[in-house]
């Protein structure tokens, strides 16, 4: 298991991770989900032993990472910038890659490369983004690790890239049982891929919970009131968001049941149909709550 415990990570005098706990199974993807600055590259990087936390610590199966390299070969880190060495071609740096990780497999590197079709005698400098994304996917994880770490892991790569990268990611962790820590702005894919989610806001857990007890804490309902929604409606504490198109609202609610429908029925709605709301609807409106209590 990855353990991250009580977690404390700054700059001079600015404090970036302040309290984080978190923890993955083997056989787990947990996505990370913040709004930029949230303190989620940070902590990444305290996880797979780049920075020692101020305080708290990182273990992965009771061991602590920084500064200790048995552990570290059991990590693969796949970064939001990969540059590796620019001058080497990617045929050099598989090799490199062979001669210090024991159990880093070729034959997967070459399998993998089958489905990305990285030229192998190019050097790394003339390689785009996405490309070098990839190199450092096949790369990593031909290392065969316990543990996968990704930051922004679909950052340049082209839609037919992402999807590959979904289905290899999901087949590591159904085959190999790897526990993954990915986070990324790409919600739509987490959404697909994730069993858990931690969200970060301004260095701290905002939520942290499977992703079905998540999507469950909010609801989207198609909200049909013929004659408007009087001033009740819209001074009703369990909606967090309400948009209209004539007579059909939308409304974003908290702990939805049958008796806040039975309410807005009450208050002249005449249709009210609950809808699943996706991960990056939830991610905005939490955050726009967020954001209008921190005014308050």
Known sequence: M?????????????????????????????????????????LIKCAVGVYKPDEGE??????????N???KEKVGYVADSNEYI????????????????PKFSREKFNEYNEIFKLDVKKRIHSLSKGQKMRLAFMLETSKQPEYLILDEPTSGLDPIAKAKFYELLINE?????????????NLEG?????????????????????MDDMKCELTQLNVVFEGGANKKVYDMPEILRITNVGSIYTLIVRDYD????????????SLVEPLDISLEELFVVLGENNLRNNEE
């Open 173 to 185: 962790v159904e085959h190999n049982d790897i526990g993954v820590l990915i986070s990324s702005h």
């Open 190 to 210: 987490l959404e697909r891929i994730c069993d858990s989610v931690t969200m970060l806001h301004k260095g701290v857990v905002d939520r942290q919970m499977s």
């Open 69 to 71: 390299p048995t552990i």
């Open 58 to 67: 990182v273990l992965y199966d009771g061991k602590p990472i920084y500064d």
């Open 258 to 269: 049958e008796d806040f429908a039975s309410k807005l029925k009450a208050n002249g709605a």
């Open 86 to 101: 620019g001058l080497y071609t990617v045929s050099r740096m598989v090799d490199m890659y062979e001669d210090f990780y």
């Open 2 to 42: 990855l353990e991250i415990k009580d977690l404390r990570k700054g700059y001079n005098k600015t404090k970036v991770i302040k309290g984080v706990n978190l923890s993955v199974e083997k056989g787990e993807i947990h996505g990370l989900i913040g709004e930029n600055s949230a303190g989620k590259t940070t």
